[in-house]
């Protein structure tokens, strides 16, 4: 096997032309979509605007993140433009639906208002992303040691795998408001999903049901994988890159440990093809494939070999060439008329054979969020936005 660094010098040409063409259709949906708070698209592959409909929706922050972290590596002011105008849009969330925020601020303002933030020095996007940082900390169960998901009255002991993608805004705020406790919670809640959401295989629950008194573990549930015990792949995704980024913001071993138990887990599962489809335990056919999977393993993946000696590095830098140069070979779109890049992402598996209710092999804001961080990461970018 050839080191990280051979490897990414193999795959440079491609990299670099990845990426212009990426920047080049960005730019042109920037302008064209500068204030719409993005998930989802319309029939002519334009844009939905969320902030009408689901203003404390979790996928919220994607698009305008994207701008900031596309406005850090070009200087492009169209993109610092679009950031912008979203973040002041999602205020609105902040003041009119505070009950209805949960678990995945982080994804919601750490990437956008955080970045913002860091790029630009502006107050009231460090005033934001604390505020989040405050709402995701106010969400911890001491006796029992995590951040409980969701708000429903069936969630208060429940925990998600994805909230470990959350705990890089409590990293955060530790450092900015100079308080452990913000850390402290976040390690607390990224020691729990090691013990009770990663199996001894690498492989991941996607939901534990605790006891909220002293957080053993009274079961699991499939989620948005096919069923009990199964392998929802991008739950898998959320454990490889959010596990990295707990070893990234405290260098804390057991976390290093279980982010290459997964990774390792997710490169032999996710078939030859390196197509992940929705579940990796699920029937081979019908085959359903989920994009955003790939692409923020990706991002996991290349941060590992960024950690690990170059020699161990070179499987995760060859496993995350791979996913990108096949997800892109098989699902992105460079048109520039329509405003989505990666298509057939997937929402979760369609147990019930409804493929439209489950959200099947459609864009997802997030596919082309981590599609971007990943390619800047290959290009060099230092720029960590979680
Ligand atoms: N965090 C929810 C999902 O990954 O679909």
């Avoid at 042109?28 to 029939?43: I, L, M, P, S, T």
């Avoid at 530790?174 to 919670?185: G, L, P, Y």
């Avoid at 989920?290 to 161990?312: Q, R, Y």
Wanted: glycine share 8%.
């Amino acid at each position: 096997m050839k080191n990280a660094s051979q490897i990414l010098n193999e795959n440079k040409a491609w990299v670099e032309e990845t990426f212009a063409k990426l920047d080049k259709k960005l730019r042109k949906v920037a302008v064209r979509a500068y204030d719409v708070v993005a998930d989802g698209v319309d029939e002519n592959g334009r844009f939905i605007d969320r902030s009408k409909t689901v203003l404390w929706g979790w996928t919220n922050g994607f698009w305008g993140g994207l701008n900031a972290l596309m406005y850090e590596h070009t200087k492009a002011p169209e993109y610092l433009e679009c950031a912008k105008t979203i973040e002041k849009k999602m205020d609105a969330a902040l003041r009119e639906v505070y009950d209805k925020l949960h678990h995945d601020v982080g994804f919601q303002w750490h990437i956008l208002s955080g970045a913002l933030y860091r790029i630009t020095g502006d107050k009231g996007s460090r005033a934001r992303n604390l505020f989040a940082a405050s709402t995701l900390a106010g969400r911890f169960n001491i006796d029992a040691g995590f951040i409980r998901a969701w708000n429903g009255p069936k969630d208060v002991n429940r925990t998600i795998i994805d909230t470990l993608m959350n705990l890089p805004l409590l990293y955060w705020a530790s450092r900015e408001v100079k308080d452990d406790r913000f850390a402290q919670i976040a390690m607390a809640h990224a020691d729990t999903a090691l013990c009770d959401h990663l199996r001894d295989d690498g492989s991941v629950a996607h939901i534990v049901e605790h006891d909220g008194e002293n957080g053993a573990v009274l079961s699991t549930f499939g989620g948005q994988g096919i069923a009990e015990g199964s392998s929802w792949s991008r739950g898998q995704s959320w454990a490889v890159y959010g596990l990295t980024l707990s070893y990234i913001h405290t260098k804390e071993q057991r976390y290093l440990d279980g982010a290459k138990l997964a990774a390792n887990y997710f490169i032999s599962n996710c078939c030859d093809d390196w197509l992940p489809r929705i579940d990796f335990r699920a029937p081979a056919e019908p085959v359903y494939y989920d994009s955003t999977a790939a692409m923020v393993t990706a991002c996991g993946l290349i941060e590992l070999a960024k950690i690990l000696p170059e020699n161990e590095g070179g499987m995760y830098m060859n496993a995350a060439i791979n996913l990108l140069r096949a997800n892109v070979e098989a699902h992105a779109n460079f048109d520039e008329n329509v405003d989505f890049v990666m298509d057939n992402g997937s929402v979760r598996y369609p147990c019930d054979g409804d493929l439209k209710k489950a959200g099947v092999h459609i864009p997802i804001i997030y596919g082309d969020y981590y599609f971007a961080e990943a390619l800047l990461k290959l290009l060099g970018s230092e720029f960590l936005p979680w």
